[in-house]
């Protein structure tokens, strides 16, 4: 059974920083591209970070490059999203996602984790 379970989530004040795992299991995690995407409040989807199968190239939206680091451990079979200077723009559900290739849209997605950025 495949499944992607993320943790970590939470309220943090604006300027803060928070680390969101997704621990993998059910399927060869290696072989995947691994992603973080968000939703906001009545906001589309987005990705916000992805990382390839060895962890050696990853991406990031916009909006999030030079506060969001992805990293993944194949042995663990996790990947992170650490998050620093958050604002309210970040508050969302953030989901991991595998894909089995840049740019394919992700086959399991995890349930979510619920990110909160406010005083």
């Known amino acids: 059974q495949v499944r992607l379970v993320e943790s970590g989530g939470g309220l943090v004040q604006p300027g803060g920083s928070l680390r969101l795992s997704c621990a993998a299991s059910?399927?060869?995690?290696?072989?995947?591209?691994m992603s973080w995407y968000r939703q906001g409040p009545g906001l589309e989807r987005e990705l916000v970070a992805g990382?390839?199968?060895?962890?050696?190239?990853?991406t990031y939206a916009d909006s999030v490059k030079g506060r969001f680091s992805i990293s993944r451990d194949n042995v663990k079979k996790t990947v992170s999203l650490h998050m620093n200077t958050l604002t309210p723009e970040d508050t969302a559900v953030y989901y991991c996602?595998?894909?089995?290739?840049?740019?394919?849209?992700?086959?399991?997605w995890g349930q979510g984790t619920q990110v909160t950025v406010s005083l």
């Open positions: 990382i390839s199968r060895g962890g050696g190239t990853t």
């Open positions: 996602a595998a894909q089995s290739t840049w740019g394919a849209s992700p086959t399991y």
């Open positions: 059910g399927f060869i995690f290696s072989s995947y591209v």
